[in-house]
């Protein structure tokens, strides 16, 4: 088998996407696991749909974490006209809900997991411009963090940018905090 002929500026942008992909998986904005998983599928020659989200992958844990619930759904087709963002009765008006409440009127909904927020901030051209000014959970997935209490992540608008966060379940959330939801 002879070597395609490849100029060497090629394989000089090729090293230097791999050391971005790198840092990027160091830094914790790239989950491990789907950069193996894509990188898999790029050797197969398989085609892969950018905009699927693997919900029933692991998802991301900061270090120092565990996960203490991750709700499966499947493969996800990201759309966002298929995503509800849900706000409580108990949060209108000014008002807040304690997370551990809240999370317990939504354990029989269809809530979004990590794996979507994470999808997100790595493709954040995607995320509708309505979303900015709010706080969107992903109640999927539940995490304890270092000390042991629970915690939900999140994503808002800040500085230009999207970014992510978490909540612990033992502060209030109020009007702003938003639980997104899959519509099917």
Same mark, same amino acid.
């Given at each position: 088998?002879?070597?395609?002929? %490849? +100029?060497?500026?090629?394989?000089?942008?090729? @090293? !230097?996407?791999?050391?971005? &992909?790198?840092?990027?998986? *160091?830094?914790?904005?790239?989950?491990?696991?789907?950069?193996?998983?894509?990188?898999?599928?790029?050797?197969?020659?398989?085609?892969?749909?950018?905009?699927?989200?693997?919900?029933?992958?692991?998802?991301? %844990? +900061?270090?120092?974490?565990?996960?203490?619930? @991750? !709700?499966?759904?499947?493969? &996800?087709?990201?759309?966002? *006209?298929?995503?509800?963002?849900?706000?409580?009765?108990?949060?209108?008006?000014?008002?807040?809900?304690?997370?551990?409440?809240?999370?317990?009127?939504?354990?029989?909904?269809?809530?979004?997991?990590?794996? %979507?927020?994470?999808?997100?901030?790595?493709?954040?051209?995607?995320?509708?411009?309505?979303?900015?000014?709010?706080?969107?959970?992903?109640?999927?997935?539940?995490?304890?963090?270092?000390?042991?209490?629970?915690?939900?992540?999140?994503?808002?608008?800040?500085?230009?940018?999207?970014?992510?966060?978490?909540?612990?379940?033992?502060?209030?959330?109020?009007?702003?905090?938003?639980?997104?939801?899959?519509?099917?």
């Amino acid at each position: 088998m002879t070597r395609q002929c %490849v +100029p060497n500026e090629l394989y000089g942008q090729l @090293h !230097r996407k791999f050391r971005e &992909l790198e840092r990027r998986i *160091d830094q914790g904005t790239i989950p491990f696991q789907r950069a193996i998983n894509d990188l898999q599928a790029l050797i197969e020659g398989r085609t892969f749909d950018s905009r699927i989200i693997d919900c029933d992958a692991d998802p991301f %844990v +900061p270090e120092g974490w565990t996960v203490a619930e @991750h !709700r499966e759904r499947g493969q &996800l087709k990201w759309n966002p *006209d298929m995503v509800s963002l849900y706000l409580s009765d108990s949060q209108k008006d000014n008002k807040t809900i304690r997370g551990h409440e809240l999370r317990k009127e939504l354990e029989n909904q269809l809530v979004l997991n990590a794996n %979507v927020l994470d999808y997100l901030l790595n493709h954040q051209g995607l995320i509708p411009e309505t979303w900015k000014g709010k706080q969107i959970f992903f109640w999927g997935t539940i995490y304890h963090d270092q000390d042991g209490s629970l915690c939900v992540r999140c994503l808002y608008w800040v500085g230009g940018r999207w970014d992510g966060d978490y909540r612990w379940l033992d502060n209030d959330l109020g009007v702003r905090s938003f639980a997104a939801f899959a519509c099917k």
